[in-house]
């Protein structure tokens, strides 16, 4: 999300007559777009930001994203940050641009719809979509209710414009984003209300051979509509991320989670059998994001945690080591979990899941698969497949970035496979 706003970003400032500069240090104005999911985010932030003023005490710096409203965070940076805005308020930037960086200013009742600016798309071929903003579910690990405020989504007209506008140059892949993409509400012209998978059938109708994909939905809001959606879509890929955070029925009430491990189990049970239902002749994965540490955590609860992966047998999981964040529940808890058993946790936890996803990637030897490509390293492309797979192959053909191409998948690792361009 922080990727995409950063697009919205580079536009209106090209709109404002900036343009990018080739080097930070030759820079009249740079902007930080700052993450506060984890500490050791914020600081490189504070760390980039207290080099650079040191180094160039003329150059104007402002701050946005997940920690610019904080208030300790603008008290350490009060001498060397211009201004301080949250990504939602393009009309303060505006007034300090139009205000020749003049720190003077307020913030006006006039509103710029950020999401509405039009991006300066990073890639020429796959492109991040926002849908929508914000979060109503307070998680208390989690900053991004008050970084980033009540969820808010995008009219329906807006997202199918932009997504038609770019599939008609050519990208190949859509990724929709937010906090809780399942919980999407947006709007027709007519002021019906339009949910996520009714939205994902308007973009599958949408012409084009592109893929869709999504992110994160939260298991308390994967119904059994969208689940059916999902595996019956044409171009929606087949992968379901869906964050499971804790094995452990203690530890998910603790982090305010609203489900429990049989309700995570059973949308899992569900999804497989939709999947093989309707789309027998497709592989499918599902990927999940673990925190581990959590305060309180203890030994029996992280296996719990490993047991769901045992079972589940997921193709990815991105881990997490519990930080305490300002303003959240969770900075009330005592981080009672050392440091050096948060990684041995996670060094567990990732045995697990380089067996079930070598197990995962095995399935597909032999295998011919539609490939997208991404990137080139010497006579080596690298792709991604529908469900997320990383690929190697060779070849001497020029262009294929960013293009289609079949591959037969010979050799399977954990984490990524290799083939022979067809």
């Known amino acids: 999300m922080n990727f995409s706003d950063s697009e919205r970003l580079a536009h209106f400032l090209e709109k404002s007559k900036f343009k990018l500069a080739p080097a930070i240090d030759e820079a009249d104005l740079v902007i930080f777009n700052s993450c506060g999911v984890r500490k050791m985010a914020e600081d490189r932030a504070l760390g980039q930001i207290h080099n650079l003023k040191k180094n160039n005490s003329k150059i104007k710096i402002a701050l946005t994203g997940c920690i610019s409203h904080r208030k300790d965070i603008k008290k350490i940076l009060e001498k060397k940050v211009d201004l301080f805005f949250e990504i939602k308020d393009f009309n303060l930037l505006k007034n300090f641009i139009d205000k020749n960086f003049s720190k ?8 710029i719809a950020y999401l509405s600016i039009k991006p300066k798309y990073a890639n020429k071929f796959s492109a991040c979509i926002p849908i929508m903003t914000g979060c109503n579910n307070f998680c208390s690990y989690c900053v991004v209710p008050y970084a980033r405020g009540r969820e808010i989504s995008r009219p329906v007209e807006e997202i199918i414009t932009e997504i038609k506008s770019l599939t008609s140059k050519g990208y190949k892949e859509i990724i929709l984003l937010g906090q809780n993409v399942n919980s999407y509400r947006g709007k027709l012209k007519n002021l ?17 051979n592109f893929w869709i994909r999504f992110m994160s939905p939260h298991p308390k809001d994967m119904s059994d509509e969208l689940i059916e959606t999902i595996t019956r879509a044409k171009k929606v890929c087949e992968i379901i991320h869906l964050p499971l955070q804790s094995g452990s029925d203690k530890v998910l009430a603790s982090m305010n989670r609203h489900y429990t491990k049989e309700h995570y189990l059973d949308l899992i049970k569900k999804i497989k059998s939709e999947f093989k239902k309707n789309k027998p002749d497709k592989l499918f994965a599902i990927s999940s994001d673990i925190i581990v540490g959590f305060p309180g955590e203890t030994r029996n609860q992280l296996e719990a945690s490993a047991e769901i992966m045992r079972q589940v047998k997921y193709d990815m999981v991105y881990f997490g080591q519990f930080s305490r964040r300002p303003e959240t529940a969770a900075w009330q808890m005592k981080d009672n979990v050392s440091k050096k058993e948060k990684e041995r946790r996670e060094k567990y936890l990732n045995e697990i899941l380089a067996e079930t996803a070598l197990l995962s990637n095995k399935k597909y030897l032999n295998k011919t698969l539609e490939i997208l490509v991404d990137h080139q390293k010497g006579e080596n492309y690298f792709g991604k497949t529908r469900t997320l797979k990383n690929v190697m192959f060779k070849s001497d053909k020029k262009n294929l970035i960013g293009n289609f191409i079949k591959v037969k998948i010979a050799k399977a690792t954990s984490w990524h496979l290799e083939g022979k361009i067809l």
Do not use: V
């Not at 003077?104 to 009742?109: L, P």
């Open 192 to 208: 019906k209300e339009i949910n996520f998978s009714q939205l994902l059938k308007m973009i599958d109708r949408i012409p084009g």
């Open 104 to 111: 003077n200013i307020k913030n006006t009742a006039e509103k």
